[in-house]
């Protein structure tokens, strides 16, 4: 089964990022850079309007064709995307926007490169700032969530995931080569999958995947239900709420 839903969402035609975004939020405004050192395509990060009010929206992108996937490091995120993230939440902040994150990734660049350019302390400082946020903050899982990369772009109010996606602290793969285990029977050992965490009070709603038209609609409803539920909390109740929901999540990474 778990090697059923890796091969789901890895594939080429999976929802993409950038099409959530294309239904979502048609009016899309790139951000562009991290006014450091250079613009990371791997992670798209802009603003537009969804049911009337603008939020800030950060999307992975895994690439679907082999030009993609190389251009996109096949999802792995740059320290250069980190800092332009972090430079869109400081925005958001601002301009009292909601923030959503959309996640597929296998983790974060883990390049010599991205180390000397800082990637450790990009990635933490993006956490920092998503959990001082004083507005709402969205995560939702599109496909599979590793590390703490995905930790920088999920520590929210929210977690949503869909039915076949994945957060773990490392791909199946690496935990099959630690645990010695086959990658089948990984998710009996740690609760990976979006209906293990459901029950932990970890992620709090698992979406339907069966076609990219379903997947959008259900992200929408849920959205719209959750930016109205939140939108009554003080900000220091969304840092509150935030933290708590962090301190579980680390169990996992």
């Given at each position: 089964m778990?090697?059923?839903?890796?091969?789901?969402?890895?594939?080429?035609?999976?929802?993409?990022?950038?099409?959530?975004?294309?239904?979502l939020?048609?009016?899309f405004?790139?951000?562009?850079?991290?006014?450091?050192?250079?613009d990371?395509?791997?992670?798209?990060?802009?603003?537009?309007?969804?049911?009337?009010?603008?939020?800030?929206?950060?999307?992975?992108?895994?690439?679907?064709?082999?030009?993609?996937?190389?251009?996109?490091?096949?999802?792995?995120?740059?320290?250069?995307?980190?800092?332009k993230?972090?430079?869109?939440l400081?925005?958001?902040?601002?301009?009292?926007?909601?923030?959503?994150?959309?996640?597929?990734?296998?983790?974060?660049?883990?390049?010599?490169?991205?180390?000397?350019?800082?990637?450790?302390?990009a990635?933490?400082?993006?956490?920092?700032?998503?959990?001082?946020?004083?507005?709402?903050?969205?995560?939702?899982f599109?496909?599979?969530?590793?590390?703490?990369?995905?930790?920088?772009?999920a520590?929210?109010?929210?977690?949503?995931?869909?039915?076949?996606?994945?957060?773990?602290v490392?791909?199946?793969?690496?935990?099959?080569?630690?645990?010695?285990?086959?990658?089948?029977?990984?998710?009996?050992?740690l609760?990976?999958?979006?209906?293990?965490?459901?029950?932990?009070?970890?992620?709090?709603?698992?979406?339907?995947?069966?076609?990219?038209?379903?997947?959008?609609?259900?992200?929408?409803?849920?959205l719209?239900?959750?930016?109205m539920q939140?939108?009554?909390q003080?900000?220091l109740?969304?840092?509150?709420?935030r933290?708590?929901?962090?301190?579980?999540?680390?169990?996992l990474?």
């Open positions: 778990m090697q059923d839903a890796l091969k789901k969402i890895r594939g080429a035609h999976w929802l993409s990022s950038d099409a959530v975004i294309q239904q939020w048609p009016d405004f790139r951000l562009k850079g991290d006014r450091l050192v250079a990371d395509p791997a992670l798209t990060v802009g603003f537009g309007q969804f049911e009337g009010q603008t939020c800030l929206v950060a999307g992975v992108n895994r690439g679907q064709t082999l030009t993609e996937r190389q251009t996109y490091r096949g999802g792995a995120v740059a320290p250069t995307g980190y800092r993230f972090s430079r869109g400081k925005l958001a902040m601002k301009r009292h926007w909601p923030v959503i994150t959309l996640i597929n990734m296998p983790g974060a660049d883990a390049s010599l490169a991205a180390e000397k350019q800082g990637q450790s302390q990635i933490a400082a993006a956490i920092q700032l998503m959990g001082q946020l004083t507005v709402p903050n969205i995560a939702v599109l496909g599979e969530g590793e590390s703490g990369g995905a930790l920088a772009l520590n929210s109010n929210r977690v949503f995931m869909y039915q076949h996606s994945l957060f773990s490392a791909s199946p793969e690496a935990m099959q080569a630690i645990l010695k285990r086959p990658v089948g029977e990984v998710d009996q050992l609760p990976i999958t979006a209906q293990a965490l459901q029950q932990q009070g970890l992620v709090d709603a698992v979406l339907p995947d069966t076609d990219a038209n379903t997947m959008v609609a259900a992200l929408k409803t849920q719209q239900t959750a930016l939140l939108a009554d003080t900000p109740q969304l840092q509150q709420q933290l708590t929901k962090f301190q579980q999540l680390q169990t990474v």
